[in-house]
């Protein structure tokens, strides 16, 4: 029998697909489950950005691409990231890839040696520590601070911050709460990146759904991408196109380069119908991806009022993406046993706080894919067993 790497030993996947796999078997079973675990947009993906790409295969454009992406959707990307961030890219900047995802993995992958330390936020993405995980690197946990909006100081990364430090990753608005970093804060952690020489990976996946008046901030306009930042973007949340897999980073044009490399090794590239659609997504008709964003508001303000209604439950309005972050520590219950609870008793699924980081223990996440109706009724069967406030 082969042996199998030691890498293979740390791997692990998005907890909220296992959460996925146990409620499907539930509903072959004859259940309805109300599905609040995963951050899959409930909208089609708009029909101009699928009839791009259907007449993109119907003309043939379904060859192999370059692996760093298309001219045409480069220069896209170009002119958006001026419109939105006040700075044009180089095409060598730009990296196309199968999925935001993959950006995690591509950068970290071309930074950190063996016991090298990435400072993450806490709670955060899953697949950061994932991708620190399998290349041998050590986490940081920057805990943001639930009194505050799940922010923090810059002091407290550079309390984190030493010799084996190679990169920081922020989001912001946040998966899982939903929650925005100041400006001022951003420059701050930009300016502290630079000075110690470490990259700043800047995941922007919900900068298109941004609630409220500000505009969105991001760190790559101080340097624009040219020395310490990178963005992660990408189609799955604002366009409603999960499946599509379509990434886009932005960097330093070294790190570009060896990330293309890695892209070209693994995937070859990503098909260029695909790419077609991405170019339909930024210039086509936005009318579906503003009404996305502006029901998404509606369904947080919503949610947020419902839950804080329940006994033992209270929940800050979050600010962007697609989640409300429930602190459920008035229950009496641990994350898993709410969870476990609302499941069985309710029918609803949700993702427990720590499967984000030990600093959310205490807190539920729950996805704003469902409609107004599904809402109320997963709340109305809250209160039922738990009570109103």
Avoid at 184 to 204: G, N, T
Avoid at 265 to 270: G, H, Q, R
Avoid at 309 to 336: E, H, Q, W
């Amino acid at each position: 029998m082969f042996k199998l790497s030691s890498v293979c030993t740390k791997l692990s996947t998005q907890p909220m697909f296992q959460i996925l796999a146990d409620v499907q078997e539930l509903e072959r079973e004859g259940h309805e489950i109300l599905h609040f675990e995963l951050g899959e947009p409930d909208f089609p993906t708009p029909a101009n950005i699928k009839e791009a790409a259907t007449r993109a295969i119907l003309n043939d454009d379904t060859r192999y691409a370059p692996s760093s992406g298309i001219y045409d959707f480069k220069k896209v990307i170009q002119e958006t990231t001026q419109k939105s961030r006040g700075f044009k890219p180089t095409k060598d900047q730009i990296l196309v890839t199968p999925g935001a995802n993959a950006i995690i993995y591509l950068a970290l992958k071309c930074v950190l040696e063996p016991r090298d330390e990435v400072i993450v936020p806490d709670p955060g993405f899953p697949t950061y520590y994932s991708a620190i995980k399998s290349l041998n690197g050590t986490t940081r946990q920057l805990s943001l601070d639930p009194d505050n909006n799940f922010s923090f100081m810059v002091n407290d990364i550079e309390k984190l911050v030493n010799n084996r430090t190679r990169a920081i990753i922020i989001n912001s608005p946040s998966n899982p709460t939903g929650q925005v970093l100041h400006e001022d804060l951003i420059k701050d952690v930009y300016y502290l990146a630079r000075e110690r020489d470490l990259l700043l990976i800047s995941d922007e996946i919900y900068s298109r759904l941004y609630f409220g008046s500000d505009k969105f901030k991001s760190p790559s306009e101080l340097d624009y991408c040219k020395s310490n930042t990178l963005i992660l973007n990408g189609f799955s949340k604002a366009f409603s196109m999960t499946g599509w897999r379509l990434g886009v980073a932005i960097g330093p044009e070294v790190l570009i380069k060896n990330m293309a490399s890695l892209t070209s090794t693994i995937v070859s590239c990503v098909p260029p119908f695909i790419q077609r659609a991405g170019i339909e997504a930024i210039c086509g008709d936005q009318y579906q991806v503003k009404e996305m964003a502006q029901i998404y508001e509606r369904r947080a303000k919503l949610i947020v009022k419902e839950l804080n209604r329940i006994k033992g439950v209270t929940c800050a309005m979050p600010k962007g993406a697609i989640y409300a972050f429930a602190n459920i520590k008035g229950t009496g219950l641990t994350s898993d046993q709410f969870c476990k609870r609302i499941l069985d008793n309710c029918r609803i699924a949700a993702t427990p706080g720590h499967f984000f980081g030990p600093t959310g223990e205490g807190f539920v996440r729950f996805s704003m894919v469902n409609t107004e109706d599904q809402i109320m009724l997963a709340v109305n069967r809250l209160a039922d067993e738990f009570g109103i406030n």
